[in-house]
Each structure stands twice: as structure tokens, then as C-alpha cells.
């Protein structure tokens, strides 16, 4: 079984977040044996994907794992699936996929660009939590709680320095939010290609930091855009490797967009 990883979010190789994605012939093989291999690729997140007969409302069937669970939506993994489906010639123009959290659009353009369409999060103020801060180990401004489909805290910072210094207390991150805490503040400089800086914490799910996390701008898209009055903005998210996320919002939904790059091919030698 063909195996690749891919970083998402990125036109280089080894920077933005990497995916695994599997390519599967037939219909899923059982939980417990898709968590084995997320828990053996130890990425954020494994993509698995098979093909559904056609005439449907989607083109694949796709599903997410992190090491430690199965995820309700994740963006970097179905940007890596639609460029490995695109770099196989089984997917030109608008690819559907049905997931847990619904269908989900992506669009390969063909300079190498893929915009994704996802619901857009609720974003609900909450009483900042003294013991976050302190797990941060920064001041927050503010936190608003996000929809069950990500189910993260976003946290605003003071400032593009605070977040890119945070050196978080993983364990004690956990259990304040559903997914993870989002730690986000404005760009220090406008005139950079972006407008907004992110990193993302999911401790709760056997990811300590994730480099670059698609779904949480669906709630970083009506965040920010309310706070910059703007629809359409870009996200630099990581700490020691990054990303951009081009985001556009779009009523209830948001456009997601970006480059993959893969870098290895191999063979799963281990059938379920």
C-alpha cells in the first residue's frame, strides 16, 4: 500500500505542517487498525482516503487521524489528499470529499495552488482562564470559544513577538479546550505578506504543537477579519517550521488556500 508525506501550506519541502495520506482501493479498513498507522507516521494528522462510486454528492471518502484520535476536520491533511490526488492525475478541478464534518471542496488550480472550502467556526467570547496564561506563560487579551467541529480556544496575544516566543506547559494546556489552544496576534509589520501570526497547542491530542493548522482559520478568518475589516487576509502560523494560509471569507463558509509540496513516496508493508 502506497504511502506519502507531504508538507501542506508550503512551496518548499520540510517547512508548513506534514501529512500522511494513504490512498485506499476499496472502503475503510477497521479504527483500530487506521489509528496504528497515524500512531506509526507520528504526524499531526494521517489522512486516508478511497473513492466513491459516481453520480454522489462526493468524489472520495476521506477520514483524519492524529497518533492519538480520530479528528472531525482537519485542513492541512485534505490539502496534502487533494495534492497527491492531483499529482496522480485522479483529480482535476473541484475534488469532493465527504468527511465527518460534512463536504468539503478543494479546487486545484492548475499553477499548483489548491483553495479549500470549509464551514466557517462560531466564535463565542469566554472568560479568560487564569491557569491558560499561566500555561502560556503570557498575558491574554482575549479568548473566544470556536465551533464543535474544530472545538478550540482561540487566545488572543498582545503582540507577533509574544507569539512566536511562547514556550507553553503542554501538559497543562490540556483539558481547556475540546481540540487546542490557539495562540494568535496581529502581524507586527502590515506591509509582510501577512496579516495575522498563529501557533497551535493540541496536547490533548498527542500533538504538542501543530505547524500549521488549515480548520483553526475558520475561526482565525471571522477573527481577524472582524478586527481588520477585511474579507480576505493571510495567516503565517508556526514556530519552528511555517506556513501561510490564505483565507476569504464567504458567508458561513471560508476559503482555504495553499501549496503542498510531497517529499517521500514509500510502501506500507503492513496490510490491515
Keep these: 500500500m502506497r504511502i506519502r508525506i ?4 508550503t512551496d518548499r519541502p520540510f517547512q508548513g505542517n506534514p501529512a500522511g495520506v494513504l490512498l485506499l482501493d476499496g472502503g475503510f479498513p477497521p479504527d483500530a487498525w487506521l489509528q496504528q498507522v497515524a500512531a506509526e507516521v507520528n504526524l499531526s494528522e494521517t489522512a486516508f482516503a478511497h473513492p466513491l462510486p459516481p453520480g454522489g454528492d462526493a468524489d472520495w471518502a476521506l477520514r483524519w487521524f492524529t497518533p492519538a484520535a480520530e ?3 482537519c485542513g492541512h491533511a485534505t490539502l496534502a489528499t487533494a495534492h497527491v490526488l492531483a499529482e496522480q492525475g485522479l483529480a482535476t478541478g473541484l475534488v469532493r470529499f465527504a468527511a465527518r464534518c460534512g463536504i468539503l471542496t478543494a479546487q486545484v ?21 487564569p491557569e491558560v496564561s499561566r500555561a502560556l ?7 473566544h470559544d470556536t465551533s464543535a467541529h474544530i472545538g478550540d480556544l482561540v487566545v488572543e496575544l498582545a503582540d507577533e513577538r509574544t507569539v512566536r516566543e511562547l514556550a507553553p506547559d503542554h501538559a ?8 487546542g489552544v490557539i495562540a494568535t496576534a496581529p502581524a507586527e509589520d502590515p506591509s509582510r505578506v501577512y496579516d495575522f501570526v498563529t501557533r497551535g ?9 501543530d505547524p500549521v493548522t488549515g480548520s483553526a482559520h475558520t475561526a482565525l478568518a471571522p477573527f481577524w477579519g ?6 480576505e487576509m493571510t495567516g503565517l502560523q508556526g514556530g519552528a517550521r511555517k506556513g501561510l494560509v490564505r483565507v476569504k471569507l464567504a458567508g458561513d463558509r471560508t476559503l482555504l488556500t495553499g501549496n503542498a509540496v510531497t517529499v517521500i513516496d514509500g510502501e506500507l508493508l503492513t496490510a490491515p
Excluded: C, H, N, Q
Aim: glycine letters at 8%; aromatic letters at 10%.
Design 201 to 209: 497547542f493540541f496536547p490533548a491530542f498527542g500533538i504538542d504543537e
Design 109 to 129: 488550480r492548475e499553477d499548483g495552488t489548491i483553495t479549500m472550502d470549509f464551514p466557517t467556526s462560531s466564535l463565542t467570547p469566554v472568560e479568560p482562564v
Design 71 to 73: 479528528v472531525d476536520m
Design 226 to 231: 472582524a478586527r481588520l475589516g477585511r474579507t
Design 6 to 9: 507531504v508538507d501542506a501550506f
Design 172 to 179: 497543562a494546556l490540556r483539558g481547556y479546550a475540546r481540540r
Design 137 to 143: 506563560g503570557a498575558e491574554v487579551k482575549s479568548v
